[in-house]
Every structure is written in structure tokens, then in C-alpha cells.
């Protein structure tokens, strides 16, 4: 699976900014996807997670409320709406892919098989 993130940029604190990650090269809806960034001198962190259904939807305690993951398995895509950017919001963003997994590991950066190559949020406060 190879996936392409794209829609980050530069934008004021209290604004929006809407990710998107186009997979190729497998079959999509048969994967989880899962978004997850890193800010710099920090590790990897989970950031939200849909199941290949799209019926569940996980979330980091820090963006929920403000964050919405979707997927629309005809486009190949998955998004993450962020709404009410904070300052703290600022890293790079990945998006990640996963045969069907158990759900324990839907959080886990070891629980993905597949990554992009990243999309940088600026968030000026």
C-alpha cells in the first residue's frame, strides 16, 4: 500500500485545516487507517483511527471533540477534519494503513504496516 498525505500548512490558532491521505497499490477498504503526528524532539503519537468499515472511530484524548477521522472507501481516502487548531497541534502528520488488526492495536504506531510520507500543520498562536 502506498499512501500519499497531503492538506497540511500554515494556519491561525482557533482555525481549520482538513488532511487528506490517498492509498494505491491494495485494496483500501480492507485496511484500518489511522493518523498519527509528530512535533519536534517529541515520539510519534496516535492521533485518530477509523476500522476498514468506518464504523468505529478512535480519537487521542487531546483532539477529541476537535478532530474528525472519515474515509471513503470509493475514493481510496482517508481525511482527518481538524477543527479549533491549538498551538500544540503543530507537527507532522502521517497516515497510516493496516490489514485488518485486532482492535487493541488500533492506537499502537507499532500497529500499522504502511505509512506516508508526512504532511507539515503549522499552528500560529
Known amino acids: 500500500v502506498q499512501l500519499q498525505a497531503s492538506g497540511g500548512g500554515l494556519v491561525q490558532a482557533g482555525g481549520s485545516l482538513r488532511l487528506s491521505c490517498e492509498a494505491s497499490g491494495s485494496t483500501f477498504s480492507r485496511h484500518d487507517m489511522g493518523w498519527f503526528r509528530q512535533a519536534p524532539g517529541k515520539e510519534r503519537e496516535f492521533v485518530a483511527a477509523i476500522r476498514w468499515r468506518g464504523g468505529n472511530r478512535y480519537y487521542a484524548d487531546s483532539v477529541k471533540g476537535r478532530f474528525t477521522i472519515s474515509r471513503d472507501n470509493a475514493k481510496n481516502t482517508v481525511y482527518l477534519q481538524m477543527n479549533s487548531l491549538k498551538a500544540e497541534d503543530t507537527a507532522v502528520y502521517y497516515c497510516?494503513?493496516?490489514?485488518?488488526?485486532?482492535?487493541?492495536?488500533?492506537?499502537?504506531?507499532?500497529?500499522?504496516?504502511?505509512w506516508g510520507q508526512g504532511t507539515q500543520v503549522t499552528v500560529s498562536s
Open positions: 497510516a494503513a493496516r490489514s485488518r488488526g485486532i482492535l487493541s492495536t488500533m492506537r499502537w504506531v507499532t500497529g500499522y504496516d504502511y
